[in-house]
């Protein structure tokens, strides 16, 4: 058995729900925010102090772990030893300006390209991938960029650079602004908010 302290700061909680997917005996969901079952505190700080099975211990630092913005920390009481730390290390850190010229830097992905439009009467998002001039081998449609983006590189596994993989993230989320606030979508221009 372990007994543990979790403390679960709602004010960083993006609600992309993985610590309730991985535990959900522990942890909730409420009103947009991640909440300890059984937790009390004031705030935004949660608290939770538990005795559990070596298992159950597992479970709840692996769900705390998974949390993409340091959210949750877990503390092993009787070590005092923090188990999942929400401090973010910051030594050596390479910094970048980040800068990108597309009239010199730009390379067409050998393996093909996509074609991205908006159908605003069915709201869908459609994409197609053509794997040479004008040869469309490839239809996949639907209603938010992670269905999209999901079928293309985990199901289809098309072949494509990784820098073609993040800007068809970042033109799946274009179209989807489009469909959601009534814009206008044209693949590789800014979105025009008025
Ligand atoms: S993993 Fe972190 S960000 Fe995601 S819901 Fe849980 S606390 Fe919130």
């Known amino acids: ?3 543990l302290r979790i403390e679960l700061d709602t004010e960083k909680c993006i609600d992309n729900r993985s610590c309730i997917n991985i535990d959900p005996l522990h942890f909730k969901s409420k009103d947009n925010k991640a ?8 705030g ?3 608290v939770l102090n538990l ?3 070596d298992q159950e211990a597992e479970k709840i630092i692996k769900a705390a772990s998974s949390c993409p913005t340091n959210s949750i920390k877990v503390i092993d009481v009787q070590d005092q030893k923090e188990l999942v730390t ?10 970048i300006e980040a800068k990108y010229d597309d009239n010199k830097e730009f ?4 393996a093909g390209y996509f074609l991205i439009r908006i159908n605003k009467e069915k709201k869908l998002i459609e994409v197609g991938f053509c794997n040479e001039r004008n040869k469309l081998v490839l239809k996949i449609v639907g209603k938010k ?9 985990n199901k289809e596994k098309l072949p494509i650079r990784k820098d073609h993989c993040a800007y068809l993230g970042r033109e799946l989320q274009k179209a989807y602004i489009s469909l959601q606030e009534n814009l206008e979508y044209i693949q590789d221009e800014e979105l025009k908010f008025q």
Request: proline content about 5%; hydrophobic content about 35%; aromatic content about 4%.
């Open 51 to 53: 005795e559990v099975s």
């Open 35 to 42: 909440f300890l079952k059984k937790g009390a505190g004031k």
């Open 86 to 95: 929400t401090e973010l290390k910051q030594d050596n850190i390479k910094e």
């Open 145 to 153: 960029p992670i269905e999209v983006y999901n079928e293309i590189v």
């Open 107 to 110: 390379v067409l992905d050998p």
């Open 44 to 46: 935004n700080l949660q």
């Open 1 to 3: 058995m372990k007994k």
